[in-house]
């Protein structure tokens, strides 16, 4: 079975400090990996995709993947109260649909 | 991206009802689809809504539980049929709005309590 696994947390790191999500896929033929934050009684909204090995930065977010490890990673730098949320971790398993981690909870203590 | 609206957002029903979920898109999507998330847990797939066809069903879910319908390139329902206390959940729709990568949008839920 296609799996994506996350640590649940909770996560607390201080603010200003940097965040580190971390996500394993089971289908090494994964192509397209994404995350979404979750703010409590709210919908996921995307805040990253990425496609390729490497990292890609956006504002204070930073994608990285790796896909002869199966890991990719958020990286979150400078950070805020209003970071604090879960966040989802979502891959494409090759079949248009995305499969979701149990997502991790993240609380940024101020 | 996409802006994607549901009604309605929360609702409280009797067990043995049934309840039809609304999900509108401000553009044409390729796909929608349809969630559920139960009390702190993540998101389980629970069909694909195929425009003017049979939606596709992940393992667990069926037609007679959840039947969905997708009429055009915008707009799906989803209903939860029979309903029991177990049907309590968030249930979400998403699109697609781009064939070429498969970013999904979210609608904000519809909170459902069964009573």
Redesign the interface.
Known sequence: QKEVEQNSGPLSVPEGAIASLNCTYSDRGSQSFFWYRQYSGKSPELIMSIYSNGDKEDGRFTAQLNKASQYVSLLIRDSQPSDSATYLCAANFGNEKLTFGTGTRLTIIP | ?AVISQKPSRDICQRGTSLTIQCQVDSQVT?M?WYRQQPG???T?IA?ANQGSEATYESGFVIDKFPISRPNLTFSTLTVSNMSPEDSSIY?CSG?TDSS?????????TRLTVL
């Open positions: 991206s796909m689809f847990q993540s998101l797939l694909t979400l697609k990568t498969d970013t999904q949008y979210f609608g904000p839920g």
